[in-house]
């Protein structure tokens, strides 16, 4: 009977997303997984528990009668399994004097060196160990509890975690060389055509949603860029031009604009993300809140 089947914890946190979010898209982004992959996972939680628990309709997502239910129950569910795996580390680690910070390759190296600061400060000293990946693996291993606090760009949401904008900087567009100082405003940079890197890091992210949200085309070269130095070696060949947070620069000499939008700066936000009932939830929060006093 399909009752009887064990339940895929995944399935069960692609729902809890989408009842937040009440948006398959935005769950999907959340989770760094594609939609289809969502929409499939509850698919297979739905024929499992044997009713569906939501209805898509042109005004949105909304819960059926079923879900209604079922989803305060995979709330408490999800609840007790992320507690489980926090008192076994707060067991198994009690002199555990280390935090687990996951970074972005987008983020600059002042904000990896501040953190280093704010740590040394908290009232019990702890050592920082830093791990660079994707923002799919980041998420996870945060959901997992293999990190404890992951600094990304602030393009997309993760349900039911601890938020804190704790930097942001300048995007600026790199170009091969014109002579010109003056910022670019983004409706005239609809006129270059972008090079773009894997969307794992969050630019690729950030400069779509960016463009997208002005109602603007981004033009874009059909290659794809492996990082940032290989885009400012691809604008210097005339491939085309590139966005990126000032700190990522190789150097101030490099060919680059400002980027404005109606005259003010174009930012990009960092935040640090971490859970509330992690162990180290006080000193991630006075991590957080310290980043964010430095910027």
Same mark, same amino acid.
């Given at each position: 009977?399909?009752?009887?089947?064990?339940?895929?914890?995944?399935?069960?946190?692609?729902?809890?997303?989408?009842?937040?979010?009440?948006?398959?898209?935005?769950?999907?982004?959340?989770?760094?997984?594609?939609?289809?992959?969502?929409?499939?996972?509850? +698919?297979?939680?739905?024929? %499992?528990?044997?009713?569906?628990?939501?209805?898509?309709?042109?005004?949105?997502?909304?819960?059926?009668?079923?879900?209604?239910?079922?989803?305060?129950?995979?709330? @408490?569910?999800?609840?007790?399994?992320?507690?489980?795996?926090?008192?076994?580390?707060?067991?198994?680690?009690?002199?555990?004097?280390?935090?687990?910070?996951?970074?972005?390759?987008?983020?600059?190296?002042?904000?990896?060196?501040?953190? &280093?600061?704010?740590?040394?400060?908290? /009232?019990?000293?702890?050592?920082?160990?830093?791990?660079?990946?994707?923002? @799919?693996?980041?998420?996870?291993?945060?959901?997992?509890?293999?990190?404890?606090?992951?600094?990304?760009?602030?393009?997309? +949401?993760?349900?039911?975690?601890? !938020?804190?904008?704790?930097?942001?900087?300048?995007?600026?567009?790199?170009?091969?060389?014109?002579?010109?100082?003056?910022? #670019?405003?983004?409706?005239?940079?609809? %006129?270059?055509?972008?090079?773009?890197?894997?969307?794992?890091?969050?630019?690729?992210?950030?400069?779509?949603?960016?463009?997208?949200?002005?109602?603007? /085309? #981004? %033009?874009?070269?059909?290659?794809?860029?492996?990082?940032?130095?290989?885009?400012?070696?691809?604008?210097?060949?005339?491939?085309?031009?590139?966005?990126?947070?000032?700190?990522?620069?190789?150097? /101030?000499?490099?060919? !680059?604009?400002?980027?404005?939008?109606?005259?003010?700066?174009?930012?990009?936000? &960092?935040?640090?993300?971490?859970?509330?009932?992690?162990?180290?939830?006080?000193?991630?929060?006075?991590?957080?809140?310290?980043?964010?006093?430095?910027?």
């Amino acid at each position: 009977m399909a009752m009887v089947d064990r339940l895929n914890p995944e399935g069960l946190r692609y729902a809890q997303a989408v009842a937040e979010t009440k948006s398959f898209s935005a769950a999907a982004r959340a989770y760094g997984v594609t939609q289809p992959a969502l929409s499939n996972g509850i +698919a297979k939680l739905e024929e %499992r528990l044997g009713g569906k628990l939501f209805e898509r309709s042109p005004r949105g997502v909304t819960q059926t009668a079923f879900g209604a239910r079922i989803l305060p129950l995979i709330d @408490r569910a999800l609840a007790a399994l992320d507690a489980v795996t926090a008192e076994a580390r707060r067991l198994t680690e009690p002199g555990e004097r280390k935090i687990r910070m996951g970074l972005s390759p987008l983020i600059g190296s002042h904000l990896a060196a501040r953190s &280093f600061s704010v740590v040394r400060d908290l /009232p019990v000293p702890r050592d920082l160990v830093l791990r660079e990946a994707n923002m @799919r693996d980041l998420r996870e291993g945060l959901i997992a509890g293999e990190l404890d606090v992951i600094l990304i760009p602030a393009v997309a +949401a993760m349900p039911r975690f601890e !938020h804190r904008v704790v930097d942001v900087e300048p995007i600026v567009v790199v170009s091969p060389e014109t002579g010109e100082d003056t910022p #670019l405003e983004l409706s005239d940079a609809v %006129r270059e055509q972008f090079i773009l890197v894997p969307d794992t890091c969050g630019l690729t992210t950030f400069t779509t949603q960016l463009f997208r949200s002005r109602e603007l /085309p #981004l %033009r874009t070269y059909q290659g794809e860029a492996a990082g940032y130095q290989v885009l400012e070696d691809w604008t210097r060949l005339g491939l085309g031009s590139a966005l990126v947070p000032r700190s990522k620069l190789s150097s /101030p000499d490099v060919p !680059h604009r400002v980027l404005v939008d109606e005259g003010r700066e174009v930012q990009i936000s &960092f935040e640090a993300v971490w859970s509330a009932d992690s162990p180290l939830a006080a000193d991630l929060t006075r991590l957080a809140d310290g980043l964010a006093a430095a910027r």
